[in-house]
C-alpha cells in the first residue's frame, strides 16, 4: 500500500506542494527536447532520402564541433571557423556519397546501416588523431551565445533560467522551421520528398540521386554542428558528446524515422517525460531511471502506433 | 615482386622480429602503461598517461634507466574498457611484465584474482578495491598511497571540522553523485556505515556513463533535497559537466567536494562560478621540482612527450609522475633485494611491499616536499596516507588544509571484513605463501 501511495500519490502531491520545482523540471525536459529533436532531425532527414539509417549522426555532432573549437584554437576568428566547419561538413558529405553511399547504391538497406557504423569508427578514430581525445570548451562568448541566469521568483520558490538554454531553444526551433520551410517550399526540397517517395520515380524525372544525398548529407552535416555547438556549450565538447546522440533513438522510435514533426514532438515528450520520471519517480529506485525511461516511453507509444507518432503506415502484400 | 612473394617476405621478417625479442627483453625491463588517450574518459586519461610515460622515460633518458637496465614502455589503449582493459592485459602478459597498471577499478577488478596466478603485480594507485590494501589477503595487489574509503573519510572529517565536529554532521544530508559504475560505487559501502554511525541523510545522485554530459537531472534533485554538502566520484568527462552543472543550479560551491580526481580543465569549465569547488589531494602541483625539470629536459624537449608544455605540472599529469614513481622504486627495492639487474614480477612484487619512500630518498629522486612519506610493507599495501583539501580559485588550486588523517578507526573495521568477505566469497582464493621480506 505504501509503494502505491508513493507511485501514484506522493509525487503529485509534491508537485502541488512545489510548483516552481515542477516548472523548472519541464522547463530543464523542453531544453533537453529541443536538443534531443535537433539530433533526431539530422537523422530523419537522411534516412528520408536514403532509407539509410545514418549511424554516424552521433559522431558529426563531435566532429562539426571539434573542428570548430579546433579551428579557432589555431587562431581562425570565431566566425570565419563556423564558417569553415559547415564548409568541412560539406565536404564530408560530398566523401561520404561518393565513397560510402554510390559504390552501395541498390545494395540492402542494412548493408549501407553498416557502412554508416564503419563511418561511425573512422571518424571516431579520425578525429581522435587530428584534435585528440581532450574534451574542449565550446567558444561560447566568441559566438555571442549569452549567459548568465535569470531567477524568477514565483509559486513560493524560484526558477532558474539559463540564458543559453534559453538561446539553444529558440536557435534549434529556428534552425528547425528553416528546414521545415527549405523541404516543403524550395524545388530541392521537393526533389527530396520525390525520393524519398520512390527512388526509380525520381530518377524517371530526371532528379539526381547523388546531388540529392550530397544535399541530404549537409543538412544533416550542420544540424550536427548547431547541436553540436549547443550541446558543446552546455557541458563541452568530448567524445562521449555521440553517446547522447543514442538518446535520439527513443525519439526517432515515438516520432517516426521520417517525420521532421514527429522528431520535433518526439523529442520534446522524451525530453520532458524522462526529466518528470527521474525527477518524480526516480528516487523510489534508487535513481538513474533516465537512461532506460526514454525507451520505455517510446515503447508504450509504440503498443498503440507501431509506426510512431508521424511515421508512415506501411503496408506491404505478403 | 608477386604477391606470393611478397607475403613470404612479411611472413620472414615478422619470424626474424619475433626471434629477436627475447634477446632484446632479457636486458630489459618491460613496463606495460594501461592508458586511454581516447573516448569519453580521456580528458582525465590523457593527462595521466603523459605524466606516468614522462618519468619513466626521463629515468631511460636521464640514468639510462633503472639500475643501468632501460626500461621498455608500451601503452595499451583500454579506453577505460574494462573488456579492452582485459585484453590489453593478456596482450601484456607473455612479455613479462614487471607490474601493471589497469588505472580503472572496472579493469582492475577482474586482475586481481589472475594476478597471483600469473605472478604479476598490480599497482591500482589509490583506486581500484580498497579492501586490496591488505598484504596479507591480497600479496599482489598494492593501492597506495590511499584507499577510496580513506579519502571518503578524509572529506566527511574536513565537513565534521568545518561544522565544529563530526558529531554536527547529525541531521544534515550529503548528497553522493557518483558514476554509475564500479569506481562510483565503491565507497558508497562506507558512505552508508558512517551516516549511520554519525547521523546523517545520504543522498545519491548516480549519473550514467552515458549521460555523463547531461546531468541536469541530478542536480535538479539535488535542488529538490537540498543536501547540506555535496561529495563527488566522478571521472573523465563527468566531473566539467557536474561542476558546469553545479553552477547553472546555483549550488554553493564552496560545499561541493570531491575525490582526487577532477583535473584544473574540470574546475575551469564552470567559469567563475567554479570558485571554491574542493577536492582532494596527496602531491603538489607544478612543476617545481629538479625531477620534473628533467623531464622538461630530457624528454619534453627532446620532443619524446605527447603533452602538452602547458599541461605540464597541472594536478593529473603529476598524478601520472607519482604512479611512476611507485613503479620505479618498486624495481630499485626489487634489484636492491634480489642483487639482480633485470627484474621479474614477482622481483617487483616484494620491491613494492619495501617501499620506503621518506624526505630522505623524496630528496634523492628529486622530489623534496613533492608528497608525504610512504612506506608499505607485507601486511599493508596501502599506506592509508593523508590527503590535503585544494580549492579552486577561478585559476588554479590551492592547498587549504593541513594533512588530513584518515578516519583509521572507522575505516579499518569495514576494510578488514570486506577483505575477508571478499577471500570467501570468492572460493578458492589463496592463503598468502609468498615470504615477506624482513625490512617490510
Known sequence: MDMLYKVFIEPFVFMGEAPDLLIQTLWEGLVSGVLYALIALGFVLIFKASGVFNFAQGI??????????????????????????????????????????????????????????????????????????????????????????????????????????????????IMIGLLAVFFSKTRIGRALRAVADSHKAALSVGISLNQIWVIVWFAAGLVALVAGIMWGARSGVSFSLQIIALKALPVLILGGFTSIPGAIIGGLIIGVGEKLGEFYWGPLVGGGVETWLAYVIALLFLLYRPQGLFGEKIIERI | MSFRAMS?????????????????????????????????????GTFIADGMHDYLEMLNQRDGGIGGVKLVLEECETGYDTKKGVECYEAVKGKNPVVVNPWSTGITLPLIPRASVDKIPILSMAYGLSASARGDIFPWVFNPPATYWDGLSMIIKFIGEKEGGLDKLKGKKIGFIHLDAAFGKEPIPLLQELAKDIGFEVALYPVAAQDMQNQSSQWLSARRDRPDYMIMWGWGSMNGAAVKEAVRSGYPMDKFYAVWWPSEDDARSGGAGAKGFKELNWHAVGANFPAIQDIQKHVIDKGLSKASKDKVGEVLYNRGIYNSLLIAEGIAQAQKLTGKKVVTGEDVRRGMENIKLDAARLKELGLEGFTDQLVLSCNDHNGHRAAFMQEWDGTKWVKISNPIEPMTDRVKGQLDAAAKDYAEKNAGWPKRTEACDKAS
Do not use: C, W
Open chain 2, 8 to 44: 613470404l617476405g612479411l611472413a620472414a621478417a615478422t619470424m626474424l622480429a619475433g626471434a629477436a625479442l627475447p634477446a632484446f627483453a632479457q636486458d630489459s625491463i618491460y613496463v606495460p602503461l594501461f592508458t586511454y588517450r581516447t573516448g569519453p574518459f580521456a580528458g582525465s
Open chain 1, 60 to 173: 558529426m555532432v563531435v566532429f562539426a564541433a571539434l573542428i570548430l573549437v579546433g579551428l579557432y584554437e589555431k587562431g581562425v576568428p570565431a566566425f570565419l571557423a563556423l564558417i569553415l566547419a559547415a564548409v568541412a561538413m560539406l565536404v564530408l558529405a560530398m566523401v561520404v556519397e561518393r565513397v560510402v553511399l554510390r559504390p552501395l547504391v541498390n545494395q540492402p538497406d542494412i548493408i549501407l546501416f553498416m557502412a554508416t557504423f564503419g563511418l561511425t569508427y573512422f571518424l571516431i578514430g579520425f578525429g581522435e588523431l587530428i584534435f585528440g581525445g581532450n574534451p574542449r570548451e565550446m567558444i561560447t562568448e566568441q559566438l555571442f551565445l549569452p549567459q548568465g541566469t535569470t531567477e524568477i521568483d514565483a509559486l513560493g520558490g524560484s526558477i532558474r533560467l539559463q540564458h543559453l538554454d534559453i538561446a539553444a531553444a529558440v536557435i534549434a526551433s
